[in-house]
């Protein structure tokens, strides 16, 4: 990235939320450098490092802005923009093509459905420009948090932001441990907060060899538990537990890209189950191995 004196959170546009912000590339260092740029203008960033797991994170993440890198295995930006183009909540979504080949020509890359194209590496001046061209609304009650709930004193978060930054200044480009779990932790937090409108009362996230295990506590609303204390308690566990999975199969292409980006591996599986006599909630990510730690 050109080196700047100008302070980029000076230069950010001012809407009514922050803006989202999906940067899809394959070079991992790459993507996460955007990623940090994006951040530091204010923007609510989700990093992936490939065009197929950005199609799923896309439709759960609703960004306002798709930067995505033309070049990559499998799905291609151009095919990636293809198909998001054939979702009408895409139609109108801005979605921009980045690339290093310095003979790619802009008339090409608007036929197949992008806004336009930038060139590596990405100037500040040309961020800003994209992003003042966004008017971003609110969206509603329904997308705005539930009542936050105090966070327990031995809680351990990392968020993304500065595990992009940690990461970006070290050699190894890895975190350790205890910071992977941190930031695994603040992304699965700041996902119910911002998406399915709650925060648990606590949540521990541990990675063993090659399974990453995640337990929320306190994850029952109010309406839950009432419907788990009605006359037919198990009717109101069986609802209880095929609405949790179904809004954990709509969180997975988000906390699979979360879990990639923080350990670099690949989830392969994911296995839940909720009590709802306890509140207590269980996922396992089976991962492709177990992660290289810092």
């Not at 922050?18 to 899809?24: H, K, T």
Request: neutral net charge; contains cysteine; charged residues 30%.
């Amino acid at each position: 990235m050109p080196a700047t004196t100008e302070s980029p959170r000076a230069t950010a546009p001012r809407q009514t939320r922050a803006i989202r912000v999906l940067c899809v590339d394959d070079n991992r260092d790459g993507a996460d450098a955007l990623g940090l740029l994006l951040e530091a203008l204010g923007c609510e960033v989700h990093v992936t490092y490939g065009g197929e797991a950005a199609l799923e994170v896309a439709i759960a993440f609703r960004p306002d802005l798709l930067l995505v890198d033309l070049v990559m295995p499998e799905l291609d930006g151009r095919g990636l923009v293809s198909r998001l183009r054939q979702i009408p909540d895409f139609e109108k979504t801005t979605i921009i093509a980045i690339t290093g080949q310095k003979d790619e020509a802009p008339a090409s890359v608007k036929k197949v459905g992008f806004n336009s194209l930038l060139l590596k590496p990405v100037a500040l001046a040309e961020i800003t420009a994209a992003l003042a061209g966004l008017v971003i609304l609110d969206e509603g009650p329904s997308m705005r948090r539930g009542p936050a709930r105090k966070r327990p004193a031995d809680e351990r978060r990392l968020p993304m932001d500065e595990a992009r930054r940690i990461r970006n200044e070290r050699d190894s480009k890895t975190l350790t441990q205890a910071e992977s779990e941190a930031a695994i932790c603040d992304g699965i937090i700041r996902f119910q907060e911002e998406y399915l409108g709650w925060r648990p009362e606590r949540i521990h996230v541990i990675v063993i060899k090659d399974l990453l295990i995640v337990r929320i506590m306190g994850v029952l609303t109010l309406a839950e538990r009432q419907l788990g204390k009605s006359s037919t308690p198990e009717k109101g566990r069986d609802v209880i537990k095929q609405v949790r999975k179904q809004l954990m199969e709509v969180a997975r292409p988000m906390l699979e890209s979360l879990i990639h980006e923080v350990t670099g591996v690949k989830v392969e599986s994911m296995h839940h189950d909720i009590s709802t006599v306890t509140g207590e909630e269980v996922v396992i990510f089976s991962l492709a191995s177990a992660p290289r730690f810092g």
